[in-house]
């Protein structure tokens, strides 16, 4: 069975700065996709960024980058120049209809 | 364009009643999902359309759940003889085709009394 696990149940960051969220997942298959998706507290799932596994380049999408360690298992999500705007909770999936149990991120001014 | 739609946005019940939910996906999408999620948790995986069947319902809780798309479009997910366990989000999401990127509708917050 897929799990999906995120360590970080809340992370705080400064405005401007740099924040990395955790997650770690388990499949058997070869081929998967892996996904980041924003709730904030308007509950409307967005998604932030999505990365395909069989491919060794890290999907970066403007501010927002991963760090796909396809051994590991480790798929971990940088904000760079946080905004306020990201205040949100943040949760980690695998494209087997898995997801993490989230992070809550909240950017201070 | 336009993105999922589901209605009602909240529905308040009493136990025992029975209840139906709607998704409305973007168009030309052929995949369809309905999550659960309760407060503090992530989606959890109840039911996955592919066209018009199910391909996979794996995640639905009980025989009080059940799905139906019957032209491939819209979906509604109805819920027998409701109990106070059933309050939470229920969320759908649809895709172009199966593993694409889901987009989410804003959800419908069931409350059972």
């Known amino acids: 069975a897929q799990t999906v696990t995120q360590s970080q149940p809340e992370m705080s960051v400064q405005e401007a700065e740099t924040v990395t969220l955790s997650c770690t997942y388990d499949t058997s298959e070869n081929n998967y996709y892996l996904f980041w998706y924003k709730q904030p507290p308007s509950r409307q799932m967005i998604l932030v960024i999505r990365q395909e596994a069989y491919k060794q380049q890290n999907a970066t999408e403007n501010r927002f980058s991963v760090n796909f360690q396809k051994a590991a298992k480790s798929f971990s999500l940088k904000i760079s120049d946080s905004q306020l705007g990201d205040t949100a909770m943040y949760f980690c999936a695998c494209d087997k209809l898995i997801f993490g149990t989230g992070t809550r991120l909240q950017v201070f001014p | 364009g336009a993105g999922v739609s589901q209605t009602p946005s909240n529905k308040v019940t009493e136990k025992g009643k029975y209840v139906e939910l709607r998704c409305d996906p973007i168009?030309?999408?052929?995949?369809l999902y309905w999550y659960r999620q309760s407060l503090g948790q992530g989606p959890e995986f109840l039911i996955y359309f592919q066209g018009t069947g199910a391909a996979d319902d794996s995640g639905l809780p009980n025989d009080r759940f059940f799905a139906v798309r019957p032209e491939g479009s819209v979906s509604t997910l109805k819920i027998q003889r409701t109990e106070r366990g059933d309050s939470a989000v229920y969320l759908c999401?649809?895709?172009?085709?199966?593993?694409?990127?889901?987009?989410f509708g804003p959800g419908t917050r069931l409350t059972v009394l």
């Open positions: 999401a649809s895709s172009l085709f199966p593993t694409d990127t889901q987009y």
């Open positions: 168009s030309g999408h052929t995949a």
